[in-house]
């Protein structure tokens, strides 16, 4: 029986053992079943390129209510038509599954939307990372003339018309509605986006029957190709930038003319070494946010498999393989109250 919650006991006394095997395993079923604790690898899996999601701790319920209501107000883009949550659907796995998303006036973006979801235990925000939280991240869409075309001072007119607002924000933070606050509020809903529990978490902390047979080879495909050299840690992405086409050339082979969003974190930090490279997404929720890719060029989860084993790692990778690693990659989805889960098969 390994122990599988953060409460270790310490030193095992043998007296104690009996005691402490049966704490043992209320804690192993309290990590199991609890939505909000925290899975520790078992000591078989302390070692995997993936460790167990966490969440974000502490939080304000508060806030989080309050960047709740906001992240679905319309009022924060310029003419009232689309919020944060038209871009970012909560229900469907963060994204709005289009290859760009429309912003005010209908307006086509120039970059593929990612999930909402997690985004906390990224090490920068978007593509490029040029947001270096998620407190800066928000103005971002905000400000954008392709997303909300709005300012701060122009939503503070509009919500300082809600009285029902204005209740719900002085109890939290004082005096008239700040820019700062209102950032504040929606940043701490963001970092209560996480998906806990999911199948692979489980089998990490020690359910060896939390997932199938093929998801286990699926896995097994996945780090002997070597795609965890990249995608990994909690979020299995987010934590390192990476140039897209390594082995091959993907932007010459697209098809297509390279670009400024092709150019990537070399936007940021106009270094030569930075051209098409990209923070690398999560994979956690992967199954629910076609199309893929920064240029959302991609429509299906087989093409990006493929086309990651081509180009980043200059292999071929067979239609069964990617079944199996697609296998793998369905037992990422964890849960969250806002996401609905798509039928399982
Ligand atoms: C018009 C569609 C649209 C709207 C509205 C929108 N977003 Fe986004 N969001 C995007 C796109 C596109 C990106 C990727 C931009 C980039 O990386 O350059 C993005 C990126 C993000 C990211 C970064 C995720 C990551 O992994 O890097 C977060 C977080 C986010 N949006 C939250 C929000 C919040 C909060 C709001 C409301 C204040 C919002 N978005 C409104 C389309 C939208
Ligand atoms: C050298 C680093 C690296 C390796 C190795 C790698 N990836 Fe990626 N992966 C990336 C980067 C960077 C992106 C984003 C590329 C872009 O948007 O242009 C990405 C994107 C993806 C996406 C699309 C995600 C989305 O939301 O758009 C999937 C799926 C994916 N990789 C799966 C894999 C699989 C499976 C493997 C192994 C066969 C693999 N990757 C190997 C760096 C890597």
């Known amino acids: 029986m390994h122990l599988v919650y953060k409460h270790q006991p310490g030193k095992q006394h043998l ?7 049966s704490i043992s395993l ?3 079923s309290t990590a199991v079943f609890a939505s909000h604790t925290r899975l520790i690898p078992s000591e078989a899996l302390s070692n995997e390129p993936i460790q167990p999601l966490y969440s974000h701790e502490p939080l304000d319920p508060k806030k989080i209510k309050l960047g709740r209501s906001l992240f679905f107000n319309p009022r924060l883009s310029r003419d009232n038509s689309i919020s944060c949550a038209s871009c970012h ?15 005010v006036g209908r307006v086509t973006g120039k970059i593929n939307a990612p999930t909402v979801y997690n985004t906390h235990l990224n090490l920068a925000q978007f593509w490029d990372g040029r947001a270096h939280n998620l407190t800066e991240q928000v103005s971002g869409p905000v400000e954008n003339p392709l997303e909300m075309a ?3 001072p122009e939503i503070i007119q509009k919500l300082s018309l ?16 700040k820019a700062r606050n209102l950032i504040n509020s929606i940043a701490e809903f963001e970092k209560s986006l996480t998906t806990l529990n999911a199948p692979f978490d489980r089998y990490l902390a020690s359910d060896n029957k939390a997932i199938s047979q093929q998801a286990k080879k699926g896995y097994a495909i996945f780090k002997s190709y070597g795609c965890s050299a990249c995608h990994q840690g909690a979020n299995i992405g987010g934590n390192m930038y990476q140039k897209m086409g390594i082995m091959a050339d993907y932007f010459s082979e697209r098809g297509t003319a390279i670009t400024e969003t092709d150019l990537g974190r070399y936007n940021v930090t106009k270094d030569e070494y930075d051209k098409y490279t990209f923070k690398v997404p999560s994979l956690r929720l992967a199954v629910l946010t076609a199309p893929y890719f920064h240029d959302g060029s991609v429509k299906t989860l087989e093409s990006a498999i493929n086309k990651m084993a081509h180009y980043q790692l200059g292999r071929e990778i067979s239609s069964a393989e990617v079944q199996l690693v697609i296998a793998f990659l369905k037992t990422l989805v964890g849960k969250h109250k806002e996401l609905t889960l798509p039928a399982t098969e």
Do not use: A, P
């Open 26 to 28: 209320l804690t192993f």
């Open 162 to 177: 809600d009285n029902n607002f204005i209740r719900q924000y002085q109890s939290i933070y004082n005096g008239e509605l």
């Open 15 to 21: 007296e104690l053992s009996v005691l402490l095997f």
């Open 89 to 103: 659907h909560l229900k469907k796995g963060g994204t709005d599954n289009q290859r760009f998303s429309t912003g």
């Open 150 to 152: 709005s300012s701060w």
